[in-house]
C-alpha cells in the first residue's frame, strides 16, 4: 500500500531494479582478483560469489 507515502511505486521499482549486464561486467572484473587471490581467500568468498552469479542468473 502506497498510500500516504512520499515515495512512489515507480520509484521503488528505480531504486530496486538490477542490472544484470553490469553485475555480470562486475563479475567479469572480479576473476582475476580471486585467481590472484585464491590461496588466502577464505572458502566462503568465492562460495559467496557463486550464489550471487547463480541468483543473478535467475533474472530475467
Not at 531494479?17 to 553485475?23: F, G, H, N, S
Request: hydrophobic share 50%; charged share 20%; glycine share 4%.
Amino acid at each position: 500500500n502506497w498510500k500516504g507515502l512520499a515515495f512512489t511505486p515507480e520509484q521503488f521499482a528505480t531504486v530496486t531494479r538490477i542490472d544484470k549486464a553490469a553485475w555480470e561486467q562486475e563479475f567479469a572484473l572480479h576473476d582475476e582478483l580471486f585467481a590472484q587471490l585464491a590461496q588466502g581467500l577464505p572458502p566462503a568468498l568465492p562460495q559467496t560469489r557463486q550464489a550471487l552469479q547463480e541468483r543473478l542468473a535467475a533474472v530475467a
